[in-house]
């Protein structure tokens, strides 16, 4: 089974506009984390934001927020104020808190395209 | 700028020829990995190496051979490559363990063809 299942393959937002990028996971370990990357066409990731299986609180990173639903084991990405600058992919990654702590599960991606 | 340094950035070689990519950090993190991304997909790991041992080997041909000379230091020896072996080269370090919450960082790879 997939760890990390992102459905859209591509989302196309109008600049200034919010935007949610989808995410389900599927681990069976109680401690595990979920971060968001970006990946402009230069190649380079940037990670964007962080979310632990114990934190009770949404994370925020500036424009970036992580809309965690851990019953229903999802952690979308909300862009607000979608930016030009924002067109990018972006990929879902989880690690689990036990075995194979340095493995990273990454999502198949979500390329959005900023419209202006 | 990124903290994570890869060199070269792009890398064009024929299928004997023999090159080696270099990745450096000085963030003091104990686990390095290598990934291959091919064009509209996730990268995928290749190896991982955790205070300077190889760790994880995701089955990966033997033409790629892998090297940890020092803690801040990855490298990716390449050898008799495929076609299909053209690629973005990534390569992150992370701390080993502790809090779940450390990311993997990330240089800005090296794109290779293989003509």
């Known amino acids: 089974a997939q760890k990390i299942t992102q459905t859209q393959p591509g989302m196309f937002v109008q600049e200034k506009e919010a935007v949610t990028l989808d995410c389900t996971y599927d681990?069976?370990?109680?401690?595990?984390?979920l971060f968001w990357y970006k990946q402009p066409s230069s190649g380079e990731m940037i990670f964007l934001i962080y979310?632990?299986?114990?934190?009770?609180q949404n994370a925020t990173e500036g424009r970036y927020s992580l809309n965690f639903q851990k019953a229903r084991k999802s952690a979308n990405l909300v862009i607000s104020a979608s930016q030009l600058g924002d067109s990018a992919m972006y990929f879902c990654a989880m690690r689990e808190g036990t075995y194979n702590f340095n493995k990273f599960y990454f999502g198949s991606g979500t390329k959005l395209n900023v419209k202006p | 700028d990124t903290e994570v340094t890869q060199t070269p950035k792009h890398l064009v070689m024929g299928m004997t020829n023999k090159k080696s990519l270099k990745c450096e950090q000085h963030m003091g993190h104990r686990a390095m990995y290598w990934y291959k991304q091919k064009a509209k997909k996730p990268p995928e790991l290749m190896f991982v190496y955790s205070y300077e041992k190889l760790s994880i080997n995701e089955s990966v041909p033997s033409r790629f051979s892998p090297e940890c000379p020092n803690s801040s230091l990855l490298n990716l020896h390449l050898h008799a490559l495929q076609p299909e072996d053209s690629a973005l080269y990534l390569c992150?370090?992370?701390?080993?363990?502790?809090?779940?919450?450390?990311?993997?960082?990330f240089g800005d790879g090296t794109r290779l063809s293989i003509l």
């Open positions: 681990t069976s370990d109680q401690s595990y984390g």
């Open positions: 992150a370090s992370s701390q080993v363990r502790g809090s779940s919450n450390q990311p993997q960082h």
């Open positions: 979310q632990g299986s114990y934190d009770e």
